[in-house]
């Protein structure tokens, strides 16, 4: 089945360490994106990428940083600048020609919770 | 600023009533919406979309409607069954290639 996976599911970040999500997709997708989500706000953009070996700054990427060196992968790295980063993270894709907000809905995989040690 | 949100932050539906869940938007210009799903512990899953040019639109069970003289945007559900209990929210594209805005989500709870 086409679909994105994220992993690992639960990871534990201690104080001065960066720690990088991982995310995998199938669907041929060209643009990629990461999101953060906490409670009560909506998702916030941290990266996106709309082809390979490029990617944009979102609105939350300090102390993030990615790479886009194959299609199909898009990871994230949360740096130890990254102050605050317990949080639920989401990767996403979506189809569109290359560009990455189309007309097209994202889809998502099953999320990364990152909490601090 | 331009914003997505919610009018109510949970709804709860006696299981086999319809239920409708409400998203107001402030940019006039947007384009396209979408409707997802989040389940605890889950990614949001794609639910429906409805581009501007169109009113209504229906898929398995769902209907988006779009009122864009009020800038309002809705989901129902026909028949609520307990597997629909889940975080919804809605999404917006700003007009042409500008990025996709999340709106904070409503509860919905079936009580069986």
């Known amino acids: 089945d086409g679909g994105i996976t994220q992993s690992p599911k639960y990871l534990f970040r201690k104080e001065g360490q960066n720690v990088t999500l991982s995310c995998e997709q199938n669907?041929?997708?060209?643009?990629m994106y990461w999101y953060r989500q906490d409670p009560g706000q909506g998702l916030r953009l941290i990266y996106y990428s709309q082809i390979v070996n490029d990617f944009q700054k979102g609105d939350i990427a300090e102390g993030y940083s990615v790479s886009r060196e194959k299609k199909e992968s898009f990871p994230l790295t949360v740096t130890s600048a990254q102050k605050n980063p317990t949080a639920f993270y989401l990767c996403?894709?979506?189809?569109?020609?290359?560009?990455?907000?189309?007309?097209?809905?994202?889809?998502f995989g099953d999320g990364t919770r990152l909490s601090i040690l | 600023g331009e914003s997505v949100g919610l009018h109510l932050p949970t709804l709860s539906v006696q299981e086999g009533d319809n239920s409708i869940i409400n998203c107001a938007y402030s940019?006039?210009?947007?384009?396209?919406f979408i409707w997802y799903k989040q389940e605890s512990g889950k990614g949001p899953q794609f639910i429906i979309d409805i581009r501007s040019n169109m009113d209504k639109r229906q898929g398995q069970r769902v209907t988006v409607l779009l009122n864009k003289t009020v800038k309002h945007l809705s989901l129902q559900i026909a028949a609520t069954q307990p597997g629909d209990s889940a975080v919804y929210f809605c999404?917006?594209?700003?007009?042409?290639?500008?990025?996709?805005?999340f709106g904070t989500g409503t509860k919905l709870q079936v009580i069986p």
């Open positions: 996403a894709s979506s189809s569109g020609q290359g560009r990455p907000y189309s007309n097209q809905p994202q889809h």
């Open positions: 940019n006039s210009a947007s384009d396209y």
């Open positions: 669907l041929n997708h060209d643009a």
């Open positions: 999404a917006e594209k700003g007009g042409g290639y500008q990025k996709v805005t």
